[in-house]
């Protein structure tokens, strides 16, 4: 099986991922956020680094997914190749931060790639509203995420329920992590649980 968990900046993916692994004893693939060379000069300048951040992610992702279909395994994915293009990508173009061309060359690429990417089993997509996302980023703290601006955020999370209301290539599950704290309370980790077992139990 290949799960991959979808959701904007501090929505709770890879909380999500290291819980549902112990639980059904899935490996994990992260997000190239650690190590990433452009991260922090992204968040600085966008326009100036946005092209290289969203190829070196494009990159890794396709990475990601050649390394799930070797490996025979039941693997659980924080973030999929399909926000990098959908999301990430057309919001930058969106705002002027990505120019034309460099966006078409993106896209170019990013459509070459996924011809060749087997979509996940389940998608799950964590909607978190903005007082929810700017919480937990600022809990977790990391210095570079500290300068996103609420409005960047909701421009993503619009185009998170368009992905997530046109998404086709395979099943997937919404959870409202609004109100959830699956980290601090059991009831909610089953909660989700409970959402993803019913979406497996109708794949077998």
Partial sequence: MHIAITGN????KTTLAQLLAAHYGWDVL?????GNPYLADFYGDMA???FH???????????QVQKIRASGRSIIQDRTIYEDAYIFAKNLYDTGKMIPRDYETYRSLFDNMVGLVRPPDLMI????ELPKLTRQIQKRGRDFEQSISPDYLQSLNVL??????TYSAGDMVIVDVNDLDYANRPDDLQHVISL?????????
């Avoid at 998170?160 to 209301?165: L, Q, R």
């Avoid at 993803?196 to 077998?204: C, P």
């Fill in 9 to 12: 900046i501090g929505a709770g």
């Fill in 30 to 34: 992260y997000e190239a956020v650690e």
């Fill in 48 to 50: 100036r680094w946005s």
């Fill in 53 to 63: 951040l969203q190829i070196y992610f494009l990159n890794s992702r396709f990475e």
């Fill in 125 to 128: 997509y964590l909607r978190a």
């Fill in 160 to 165: 998170y329920e368009e992905f997530a209301h």
């Fill in 196 to 204: 993803i077992d019913k979406q497996l139990t109708v794949k077998v």
